[in-house]
C-alpha cells in the first residue's frame, strides 16, 4: 500500500507528470504543462425540515458540476408537489424548468422547478436523491428517484434548466410555496 504524505500547502512550481499537490484542493498532472485540479465531494450541513415553506443551500462554489438532494424522512403539512429550485447571484429562478416526474401511474410536470415527485400526501415521509449535474455553461438537468413507504409511492424525475448565471444556490420547496415541512432532514453534497 502507498502513503502519500504532503508536506506543503504552497505550489513549488510546475509539477512532474503524475504527481498530486496540494494548496486547498488537490492537483493531478498527466504532463509537465498540464495540471487539472481535482475537487473533492463536500457534504453541506443537513437541515431540519421541520418548519418553514423552504430549505435554502447557499454558498456552492462556483467549481460545482454536481449535487446531490438527499432526503430522510422529509414531509409537509400539505399535498403539494415538492420542488427543487436552482439559482445564482440574482437569486432563486422559478421560471424556464422542463421538469416531470412520474410515480405508480401518475404523472405530472412543472416549468417552476424541478419535481421530486408526481404526487404527495400530508402524512408521507420520503427518502432518497435526486442529483443536479452541469451540462454545459448555466445549463443544469436534474434526475433522481426518491420513495414513500409510508404512501406507497415511488418516485422518478428528470427535468433541465438554462440559469442567467453561475449556480450558487438551491431550494427546497413546494409547488404552492405555503405548505410547511413538518419532518426528517435533507442536506445535499455537491463536487467538481
Avoid at 13 to 34: C, H, M, R, V, W
Avoid at 58 to 78: D, K, L
Avoid at 175 to 188: E, H, K, L, P, Q
Wanted: charged share 10%; hydrophobic share 35%.
Amino acid at each position: 500500500m502507498s502513503i502519500l504524505v504532503l508536506t506543503s500547502d504552497t505550489l513549488i512550481g510546475t509539477p512532474a507528470t503524475g504527481n498530486l499537490e496540494y494548496n486547498g484542493q488537490f492537483f493531478g498532472t498527466d504532463s509537465a504543462s498540464s495540471r487539472a485540479q481535482l475537487q473533492r465531494i463536500v457534504r453541506a450541513t443537513a437541515q431540519n425540515s421541520t418548519s418553514g415553506t423552504s430549505i435554502d443551500f447557499t454558498g456552492i462554489p462556483a467549481w460545482v458540476e454536481r449535487i446531490t438532494v438527499m432526503w430522510n424522512g422529509v414531509s409537509t403539512n400539505g399535498s403539494s408537489l415538492y420542488l427543487i429550485q436552482i439559482g445564482d447571484s440574482g437569486g432563486i429562478e422559478n421560471t424556464g424548468y422542463v421538469s416531470g416526474a412520474f410515480d405508480n401511474s401518475t404523472a405530472n410536470n412543472s416549468t417552476i422547478g424541478f419535481l421530486v415527485a408526481s404526487q404527495n400526501i400530508n402524512t408521507a415521509t420520503w427518502g432518497g436523491a435526486i442529483t443536479l449535474s452541469n451540462l454545459s455553461g448555466n445549463v443544469w438537468v436534474s434526475s433522481g428517484t426518491i420513495a414513500s413507504a409510508t404512501a406507497g409511492y415511488l418516485a422518478s424525475s428528470g427535468g433541465a434548466k438554462t440559469l442567467s448565471d453561475v449556480l450558487d444556490r438551491v431550494r427546497i420547496t413546494t409547488v404552492n410555496g405555503t405548505d410547511t415541512f413538518d419532518a426528517g432532514s435533507i442536506n445535499i453534497m455537491y463536487e467538481g
